[in-house]
């Protein structure tokens, strides 16, 4: 068996010449944001103007709505969402934050310290009514 393959699991936690993994904090945006889309209730994700204009030019649009800081205790995540009209917002919360840990982890093992959300619009089933919350 070569030298730079790994035998078992063992092996693998022992081992630290492999180098160095780095996850953007673009990738956790980008995955907090799909895991908040996911959870039902949850309209649509919201970023303030400036953000608008980068995810608009940068073609970014999955992250949106979304903010991390990297901080020494962990990974910040803060939420910016709409949630359909009729719909728990405090079970909705509570589901997107769940969600969003589950997607983290699996995804990079990372820790999560907190996720804020922010509740910014509650979206109606009619077309014709826009939504609160909205300028």
Same mark, same amino acid.
């Given at each position: 068996?070569?030298?730079?393959?790994?035998? *078992?699991?063992?092996?693998?936690?022992?081992?630290?010449?492999?180098?160095?993994?780095?996850?953007?904090?673009?990738?956790?945006?980008?995955?907090?944001? $799909?895991?908040? $889309?996911?959870?039902?209730?949850?309209?649509?994700?919201?970023?303030?103007?400036?953000?608008?204009?980068?995810?608009?030019?940068?073609?970014?649009?999955?992250?949106?709505? &979304?903010? &991390?800081?990297?901080?020494?205790?962990?990974?910040?995540?803060?939420?910016?969402?709409? &949630?359909?009209?009729?719909? *728990?917002?405090?079970?909705?919360?509570?589901? &997107?934050?769940?969600?969003?840990?589950?997607? $983290?982890?699996?995804?990079?093992? $990372?820790?999560?310290?907190?996720?804020?959300?922010?509740?910014?619009?509650?979206?109606?089933? *009619?077309?014709?009514?826009?939504?609160?919350?909205?300028?």
């Amino acid at each position: 068996m070569p030298d730079n393959e790994i035998r *078992s699991p063992e092996d693998a936690e022992h081992r630290d010449d492999l180098g160095k993994i780095e996850i953007s904090p673009d990738v956790i945006e980008i995955i907090a944001g $799909l895991a908040a $889309l996911e959870v039902s209730g949850v309209a649509a994700m919201h970023g303030n103007f400036a953000s608008g204009m980068v995810d608009k030019l940068s073609g970014r649009k999955y992250s949106r709505g &979304v903010k &991390v800081d990297l901080t020494d205790n962990g990974i910040v995540i803060d939420v910016h969402l709409t &949630v359909n009209f009729g719909t *728990s917002i405090p079970d909705v919360a509570e589901n &997107v934050q769940v969600n969003i840990i589950r997607a $983290l982890k699996k995804m990079t093992a $990372l820790e999560v310290e907190k996720i804020n959300i922010h509740v910014v619009g509650i979206q109606f089933d *009619s077309p014709e009514r826009k939504t609160i919350g909205e300028d």
